[in-house]
T-cell receptor, first 116, second 116 residues
């Protein structure tokens, strides 16, 4: 089955620890994105990547880091510098990010991170 | 800064009632428009999209939306809701200025509860 997988589904961490969230896609999509979802705030873009070995900050990148070493993988690290990391994190991919006439994002199931 | 506004945070309807969820955006140029739905415990999935052409677009499960350029609006409608439509609904905009990377700006979301 083609799709986007995120692991783990639930993640707990202690304050002061870094944690890495996994996102893998087998859709052969060029672009990948990380969003954070908080109640009443919709989805906010953390980082995105249009091609391998390149990525850009989104609206709320502080306290997060990413890498894009392979087309199918875009892991997100939540560092101890992120002041309010408890949230639902969604990964998405897009087959045609540079084509305005057709670009659409497909979403993974999400990871719920709780900082204890 | 570009923004997307969804007027209702929580809507409660009885089955068979008609639904209209408002969405307004602040960007004045060309846009792509989307409605996504998040059913309880499920992935965020695309309900419908507008890229160009007929401003009245039909989506899955009997939903439709109308793009009114003069009002910067893309309201979602369904003539008769079902209990299974209970979900959170997100409006999203891809302004042409963001064509690089296919970034989306999301609204805050509207939670729809349908009473059987």
């Amino acid at each position: 089955d083609g799709g986007i997988t995120q692991s783990p589904k639930y993640l707990f961490r202690k304050e002061g620890q870094n944690v890495t969230l996994s996102c893998e896609q087998n859709l052969n999509h060029d672009a990948m994105y990380w969003y954070r979802q908080d109640p009443g705030q919709g989805l906010r873009l953390i980082y995105y990547s249009q091609i391998v070995n390149d990525f850009q900050k989104g609206d709320i990148a502080e306290g997060y880091s990413v890498s894009r070493e392979k087309k199918e993988s875009f892991p997100l690290t939540v560092t101890s510098a992120q002041k309010n990391p408890t949230a639902f994190y969604l990964c998405a991919s897009n087959p045609s990010p540079t084509s305005f006439s057709y670009n659409e994002q497909f979403f993974g199931p999400g990871t719920r991170l709780t900082v204890l | 800064a570009q923004s997307v506004s969804q007027h209702n945070h929580h809507v409660i309807l009885s089955e068979a009632a008609s639904l209209e969820l408002g969405c307004n955006y602040s960007y004045g140029g060309t846009v792509n428009l989307f409605w996504y739905v998040q059913y309880p415990g499920q992935h965020l999935q695309l309900l419908l999209k507008y890229f160009s052409g007929d401003p009245l677009v039909k989506g899955i499960k009997g939903f439709e939306a109308e793009f009114i350029k003069s009002k910067f609006s893309f309201n979602l409608r369904k003539p008769s809701v079902q209990w299974s439509d209970t979900a959170e609904y997100f409006c999203a905009v891809n302004p042409s200025i963001y064509n690089q990377g296919g970034k989306l700006i999301f609204g805050q979301g509207t939670e729809l509860s349908v009473k059987p």
